[in-house]
């Protein structure tokens, strides 16, 4: 996206190497492996909306140009951009006059991996209100993700 009004940045440690930690994002999203959270938020849902707590090889085979759901909406989708195993995932949407990309980087930091999370956003009307409203959704839903992995990748 050439010129977003609104970038949230974020990133966790996790560890395991990269090619642990790929295939959990490969399955990521609405209709597919969920969204993870620790054990201790996730016993609170009911079962039917709990992620995954494993690798599921039918999940592990994206490709740019695949379309999976999105929790944006009803109708909400993300199109598969860039899909490089074990490193980086692209995804992007268009949802009426906003356009979207979520980037997920992988690297090797000494035993594990250090992920790199990009939200961009263009067409906001109220960029301060995303900036700052959306910002702390994206804070809070990293930080569930991070510790719903942490406890995925290390068993």
């Known amino acids: 996206m050439p010129r977003p009004d609104v970038v949230m940045d974020r990133g966790f440690t996790l560890s395991a190497p990269p090619e642990r930690v790929w295939p959990w994002f490969a399955q990521l999203g609405k209709n597919r492996a969920g969204w993870y959270l620790p054990t201790r938020i996730e016993t609170l849902l009911p079962r039917r909306r709990r992620a995954l707590r494993r690798i599921d090889p039918a999940l ?61 956003l263009a067409g906001a009307r109220h960029r301060r209100l995303v900036e700052h409203g959306g910002g702390l959704v994206d804070l809070l839903t990293v930080a569930g993700l991070a510790a719903g992995l942490r406890e995925r990748v290390t068993t």
């Not at 994206?62 to 074990?86: K, N, S």
């Not at 906003?98 to 997920?104: D, K, T």
Request: aromatic content about 6%.
């Open 60 to 120: 592990q085979h994206l490709r740019p140009g695949d379309i999976i759901d999105d929790w944006g909406g009803r109708d909400a989708t993300f199109e598969i951009v860039t899909h490089d195993p074990p490193h980086t995932l692209v995804h992007r949407s268009t949802r009426g006059h906003l356009a979207i990309s979520w980037a997920i980087h992988l690297t090797a930091d000494g035993d594990g991996t250090r992920v790199q999370l990009r939200f961009r």
